[in-house]
């Protein structure tokens, strides 16, 4: 009995002892604190691009992005499944009255350009003449590329180039500005419109009314076609969001904005 006594207690001293090494193994390395960034597809590329430089300079946090859209990121965040939300457009007023706790901040600007296929002979279109191509859909002269439902894009295109007129049904409607400019790219007689940022040499970005689309017309205001980039928190960001937020209007987090294309805001 004597003996069954001394080996039970040093099992359990020998369990003491490596429970205790294990606990004092995983001292000083906790797990990386997680920010979620997730919306719009126009900000998606550029929130990517401050993530990798924030997390350079914060190895103990990791930065999440994803896409879906910027109705979804608004929801995402207003429902805590987000840290920051991001949004290509405003709050909707149906948003502000259902999540009056959100807090919106821009992070940059953009300009939406209506882009064609290089091959084509146009260069420029009047906002009347934009508007009545996506009203009558795709025919003989034009094939009409729209964003999906939930777009902040579409949204703002609806509103400053539609003006309360229908994108006709007769379209094809993507998911993203990078499904947008690969389609327009890849079709000849192709229309359809993405973000600034976006606009490489695959495609040809249309001159609206004589103006083009580029960051000084849109600073001015003389391109029609222009919106802010935002971040949307439940509340006032705090801790790490707040500080990811705060690098992304810095000088250097402006300065990548310049460099991916967009407009910075400082």
């Known amino acids: 009995m004597y003996h069954t006594m001394k080996k039970r ?27 979620v960034v997730g919306g719009s597809t126009t900000v998606q590329p550029l929130a990517e691009k401050w993530a990798k430089v924030f997390e350079a300079k914060n190895p103990d946090v990791e930065v999440t992005i994803q896409g879906g859209g910027s109705s979804a990121g608004v ?12 949004a290509s457009r405003e709050l909707k007023s149906s948003e502000i009255r259902e999540y009056p706790d959100l807090i919106v901040t821009h992070v940059a600007a953009d300009g939406v350009a209506i882009v064609v296929h290089q091959s084509s002979s146009t260069t420029n ?11 009558t859909g795709s025919n003989q002269t034009w094939t009409v590329i729209n964003r999906e439902e939930g777009s902040g894009t579409r949204e703002v295109f609806e509103e400053k180039v ?54 000084a ?4 205001g ?27 209007l810095s000088s250097e987090g402006q300065k990548i904005v310049e460099e991916e294309g967009y407009i910075s805001i400082k």
Request: net charge negative; with cysteine.
């Open 9 to 35: 207690w040093f099992l359990l001293s020998l369990t003491g002892l490596i429970l205790a090494a294990l606990a004092l193994s995983g001292c000083g390395q906790s797990s990386p604190e997680s920010i």
């Open 75 to 86: 929801k995402g965040c207003a429902q805590a499944i987000l840290n920051i939300g991001a």
């Open 162 to 215: 539609m003006a309360g007129a229908e994108v006709s049904s007769n379209a094809e409607f993507l998911p993203s500005n990078g499904a947008v400019k690969q389609k327009v790219a890849s079709t000849a007689n192709a229309i359809g419109y993405i973000s600034l940022g976006y606009v490489d040499s695959s495609v040809k970005a249309l001159s609206v009314g004589d103006v083009t689309c580029n960051e």
């Open 125 to 135: 279109m009047t906002l009347e003449e934009i508007k009545n191509a996506f009203a």
């Open 222 to 248: 003389s391109y029609p076609v222009t919106r802010y980039l935002n971040f949307v928190t439940k509340g006032e960001p705090e801790g790490q969001p707040k500080e990811f937020i705060s690098f992304c």
């Open 217 to 220: 017309n849109c600073l001015n």
